[in-house]
T-cell receptor, first 112, second 113 residues
Framework: NAGVTQTPKFQVLKTGQSMTLQCAQD?????MSWYRQDPGMGLRLIHY???????DQGEVPNGYNVSRSTTEDFPLRLLSAAPSQTSVYFC???????????FGQGTRLTVV | QQQVKQSPQSLIVQKGGISIINCAYE??????FPWYQQFPGKGPALLIA?????SEKKEGRFTISFNKSAKQFSLHIMDSQPGDSATYFC????????????FGSGTQLTVLP
């Protein structure tokens, strides 16, 4: 049982480049979400999805796109990377109404 | 605007001591208050959680104390161990589940041997 798998673990981008952070879960969870973690700011919600085909914005959605074509996958797209997007990104999933969210191991992204 | 304020930012405790981390919230609609533990290079993992209908919840060495009138809650780690060294995040949500968690800024705990 792999849980929540994020790829890549590390990435360096140049300003203006685009990329997709991958997130996959094998627990058949309906709810998936993306957070970014910055020093002194905790984790902030970027986007979330309550099921395939349904996504919504969180607290800090600007500069990011998501889609949810399957229950298992929830990719996060950076359209034009900016240095302000340098952060550690975490994907999480859970069953609807569950009290525990399961997090992946994170992707450390540096934009230069 | 930070809806959940956490303190201290860092904490150093001797082995066997008590670690205390505090959080305060503003939104009275919050009804679920979990604590997450994060080790370096790992994602956060649920440690313990409480709902506002109780004032205290204990699981092993970990206890949450909740003060609804003061809008504050805290994590107490009794008999702290070096293996407890990690970053701890308090969080809050509406709806009694882990939906759209609002996290505190985190506390880096170091337990000295």
């Amino acid at each position: 049982n792999a849980g929540v798998t994020q790829t890549p673990k590390f990435q360096v981008l140049k300003t203006g480049q685009s990329m997709t952070l991958q997130c996959a879960q094998d627990m058949n969870h309906e709810y998936m979400s993306w957070y970014r973690q910055d020093p002194g700011m905790g984790l902030r919600l970027i986007h979330y999805s309550v099921g395939a085909g349904i996504t919504d914005q969180g607290e800090v959605p600007n500069g990011y796109n998501v889609s949810r074509s399957t229950t298992e996958d929830f990719p996060l797209r950076l359209l034009s990377a900016a240095p302000s997007q340098t952060s550690v990104y975490f994907c999480a999933s859970r069953w609807t109404g569950a009290t525990e969210a399961f997090f992946g191991q994170g992707t450390r992204l540096t934009v230069v | 605007q930070q809806q959940v304020k956490q303190s201290p930012q860092s904490l150093i405790v001797q082995k066997g001591g008590i670690s205390i981390i505090n959080c305060a919230y503003e939104n009275t609609a919050f009804d679920y208050f979990p604590w997450y533990q994060q080790f370096p290079g790992k994602g956060p993992a649920l440690l313990i959680a409480i709902r506002p209908d109780v004032s205290e919840k204990k699981e092993g060495r970990f206890t949450i104390s909740f003060n609804k009138s003061a809008k504050q809650f805290s994590l107490h780690i009794m008999d702290s161990q070096p293996g407890d060294s990690a970053t701890y995040f308090c969080a809050a949500s509406i709806g009694g589940s882990a939906r759209q968690l609002t996290f505190g800024s985190g506390t880096q705990l170091t337990v000295l041997p």
